[in-house]
């Protein structure tokens, strides 16, 4: 059973109730609780949010981002609104509209001045947040687009699709350049990286297009549905690896192009070597709730489940961060720009925190 302190006061009142031999308990700025056990070698701080938004949206926030510039936000909610607001404050700036049905997914375009959008009418969008316009729409999914990437500075971009495949597009001409992969199960979630030059990502069968920019050296990863984690040459669409996991991947992300982590439904966070996928590297598990985002933090990462657990961890592994407030709705994504990290929540709510040096 979770237990929930409203203040720091509070917390340090249960304190005899918890009976955690060797634990160190330390106050730290107003918004922030260090647990620490020295015997162990081990620490985590639980960080209350410096500031919550509750009136951007009127239900569940599904995805967010935040622009490159750290000044604007964009979300999606199942109150159908897509929505660009003030990062600092709350204050929305753009409602986009034109999505028919559920909007699964948004992103900033690496200039901030752009956002790319995937929803549940299988179409594909492009929305200029200085006027909230649609600039294009891509068609060509048979089913709801789940998951984006951009590749490099936005010239190509990245969908994935319930109907299975993954699809490279051309915001130029608004056309789709290939399809990389046909998995025959939704794909959740995709990633794109560097891959280490060790790596053989294979040759393409046919010259590829003019209008591909940046794709060579790419490797694209693929948290599938069937419990199964497939990386695709991005410029060959040939086949890399294919891992298999405990249960449904729903989320992928790179570390470095060396190393990559993936989340599944029954809680678990692979670390795995894209030079050696036979076996993990390390295998993560703080709940058996679903792992719903992932995303490189400084020497670590940020995940988010769907208890309401969100954290950091360092890469050593002995200092963990434990973002709070979400008590048990699912966090269903996480975003950062500096310092500041911003969450979105079942419960409605936008948290933003702010971290001291780790």
């Known amino acids: 059973k979770r237990q929930v302190w409203t203040s720091s006061a509070d917390f340090l009142s ?17 918004k922030s609780i260090l647990v620490s056990c020295p015997h162990e070698n ?16 009127q239900k569940s926030v599904t995805c967010l981002d935040i622009s490159s510039g750290g000044g604007l936000g964009v979300s999606t909610s199942t109150d159908g609104t897509m ?10 700036r753009r409602l986009l509209e034109g999505h028919v049905y559920d909007v699964n997914c948004c992103r900033f ?20 947040v200085e006027d ?10 048979k089913g709801g687009i789940l998951d984006t990437a951009i590749v490099d500075r936005g010239r190509n971009v990245l969908s994935c699709s319930r109907d299975g495949t993954a699809r490279l597009w051309d915001c130029g ?50 948290a599938r549905e069937d419990k199964k984690l497939q990386g695709v040459g991005l410029q060959s669409r040939q086949p890399v690896f294919l891992f298999v996991g405990s249960d449904a991947f729903n989320c992928c992300t790179f570390l470095s192009s060396t190393y990559f982590l993936a989340g599944t439904q029954d809680g678990n966070i692979y670390q795995l070597d894209v030079r050696n996928t036979n076996a993990p590297i390390q295998v993560i598990q703080r709940s058996g709730a679903p792992v719903l985002s992932l995303l490189p933090y400084r020497d670590g990462f940020i995940a988010s489940q769907g208890d309401g657990t969100c954290f950091i961890i360092q890469q050593d592994l002995d200092y963990v961060i434990d973002l709070t407030e979400a008590d048990c709705d699912p966090v269903y994504k ?14 409605g709510v936008v948290r933003r925190y702010q971290l001291s040096d780790l």
């Open 14 to 30: 249960t304190m005899p109730t918890l009976a955690l031999p060797k634990c160190n308990f330390s106050l730290e700025e107003s």
């Open 42 to 57: 081990v620490s985590t701080k639980f960080l209350a949010p410096f500031t919550t938004f509750s009136r951007i949206h």
């Open 83 to 92: 929505k660009i607001w003030q990062a600092a404050n709350g204050e929305i």
């Open 109 to 128: 375009f690496p200039s901030g001045l752009v956002v790319l959008s995937g929803g549940m009418d299988a179409q594909l969008k492009i929305w200029s």
């Open 132 to 141: 909230a316009s649609c600039a294009v729409t891509f068609q060509g999914h």
């Open 173 to 222: 001409k608004a056309a789709c350049l290939g399809v990389l992969a046909d998995c025959g199960s939704p794909v959740n979630g995709i990633a794109v990286g560097t891959a280490d030059n060790s790596v053989n990502l294979g040759a393409p069968e046919k010259t590829p297009s003019e209008r591909e920019i940046g794709t060579e050296g790419k490797i694209l990863l693929l």
């Open 334 to 347: 996480v975003a950062s720009w500096e310092k500041q990290i911003y969450t979105c929540c079942r419960d």
